[in-house]
């Protein structure tokens, strides 16, 4: 039997999913830490835990220490603490090395955590990435751009889901991004080359520092132009056969760079672009599972639960390296213009035309107040045998279904 102490701050969707996940497991008891009181969990959470502490900040290393040691007096040591959000690895590491209990090291989790200290790790290993530096001042952006030229981004270095990323074409954009997003006293950016080409994304799975297994995916379009327009719906496609040349050069760098992370036991979730000569440069590399909605991607693409996979994997240091089986896609549905749901056009064409393929869908609700996040109000996954099948009903979809809002 392992104990676990699953680390979930708050009552997010995607985290509870892994927790459930988790509470499914044989041979597996769980206790949660969060923020949030017992009560506001669901039932059918609440009656399989095998204990529950409540702390005031999850980020805090200390709390998760004396939290961990207050699950074990309700259901015994713990062999494992574990959560998937970004912001808590380098929290959940320190808490490890603290109670020496198994998993990524706080070395590791800085290297993961810190996109600029991870780029220069990178770059000292001989692995592609942007060109960069960790700036504290303006005078130091000033340096970087007469070296470096533009376009340039600049964004936090310990950023998640290119929140807060900003791209400068021109001289003239750069003092005003300055002002608003900084550096400021304390608080460094990180600012890097722009990167031209197509950007993709690479999932990995290590066991005792082994690639077992790995996946590719397409963004439509970019990330960074989904951001700066915030009325794009956009798509993320993981074709079905990932074994071309094209990828060879992501199925080298890939694993070496996760390996030079530090990533021992684990999934990883990694940016990167596919250049116009045909070359690979790595964005960056998270030590968590992916978000949006990529893991149950990962689960339809496979015909599998990625969820429980890496509840296992993380758990009990196993995992079964699923087949793929389909092309899958997510079509995310973002609206236009300000304010509430106001009505969704295009969903009974859509449901004509493309019903067969859809396989999980959330559809935004008239009167939801509009989404901050680059997921928007709602979105739809679709799987097919044939990737450029699934590809042109993705992009179907997108031109078809309409949120609007007001």
Sequence with gaps: MRHVAFVVPYLFETSVRFLQAALGLPDTRVGLISCD???????????????????DDALDPA??????????????????????????QEPLAVARKALELPGLDPESARRFRDKAHMKDVLAAAGLPCARHALVHTAAE??????????????????????????????????????????????????????????????????????????SISHYLPSPLEVL?????????????AIDGPEYDGIRAAGPAAMRVLGLQTGLAHMEWFLRPDGSVAISEVGARPPGAQFTTLLSVAHDTDMYKAW????????????????????????????????????????????????????????????????????????????????????????????????
């Design 311 to 406: 509840s296992r994997l993380v758990i009990h240091d196993r995992f079964d390296p699923p087949q793929r089986k389909y092309a899958a896609g997510a079509v995310y549905l973002r609206g236009q213009g300000r304010g509430h749901v106001r009505a969704i056009h295009g969903l009974e064409q859509a449901q004509r035309e493309m019903g067969d393929m859809v396989v999980d869908v959330k559809l935004p609700r008239t009167g939801q107040a509009a989404a901050s996040g680059y997921e928007g109000e709602g979105y739809a996954i679709l799987r097919h045998e044939e990737t450029a099948v699934l590809v042109e009903a993705c992009k179907r979809l997108v031109s078809m279904v309409r949120v609007e809002l007001g």
């Design 63 to 88: 709390q998760l220490v004396t939290a961990v040691r207050g699950l074990a007096g309700q259901m015994g040591r713990v062999d494992r603490l574990v959560g998937v959000l970004e912001q808590l």
């Design 228 to 240: 700066e327009n915030d009325w794009i719906q956009w798509c993320v496609v993981l074709p079905r």
């Design 141 to 214: 952006a000033r340096t970087f751009l007469a070296q470096v030229g533009y376009p340039v981004v600049i964004k936090p270095p310990a950023g998640a889901g290119a929140v807060n990323t900003v791209r400068l074409d021109r001289p003239e954009q750069l003092d005003a991004t300055l002002a608003s997003v900084g550096p400021r006293p304390g608080a460094p950016v990180l600012i890097e080359e722009f990167m031209t080409g197509k950007e993709h994304s690479f999932d990995a799975v290590f066991v005792d520092g082994t690639c077992v297994f790995h």
């Design 37 to 55: 009181p017992l009560e506001r969990f669901a039932p059918q959470v609440r009656e399989r835990l095998a204990g529950h502490w409540r702390v």
